[in-house]
């Protein structure tokens, strides 16, 4: 079982910054990677940033030179930086763990949500 708690949202001017923290606990030496996903009404869920155990990393197109996901492993925390925040990236961001407990088993765990709003 993992838990993850998210905090860091709120409302920010366009080319303002944000920085989204994801605290994740519970058995969180099966988690291979965490990334942030986002989700606004009417569409789908799509992969914002994601980084794997080993520390590689993987951005949606629309926020490549942007945003940063980092981690701090002492903390088991995901770090999502958000710099030159525009409008279109106002959404419901979603903290995932993608948990593995070995090669045959996978299961996704999902934070609260936490509200990102661009909006002069």
């Known amino acids: 079982q993992v838990q993850l708690v998210e905090s860091g949202g709120g409302l920010v001017q366009p080319g303002g910054s944000l920085r989204l923290s994801c605290a994740a606990s519970?058995?969180?030496?099966?988690?291979?990677?965490m990334g942030w996903y986002r989700q606004v009404p009417g569409k789908q869920r799509e992969l914002v940033a994601l980084i794997t155990r080993g520390g590689s990393t993987n951005y949606v197109d629309s926020v490549k030179g942007r945003f940063t996901i980092s981690r701090d492993n002492a903390k088991s925390t995901v770090i999502l930086q958000m710099n030159s925040l525009k409008p279109e990236d106002t959404a419901v961001y979603y903290c995932?763990?993608?948990?593995?407990?070995?090669?045959?088993?996978?299961?996704?765990?999902w934070g609260q949500g936490t509200q990102v709003t661009v909006s002069s």
């Open positions: 519970g058995n969180i030496a099966n988690i291979y990677a």
């Open positions: 995932n763990a993608d948990y593995r407990r070995n090669m045959g088993f996978r299961a996704d765990y």
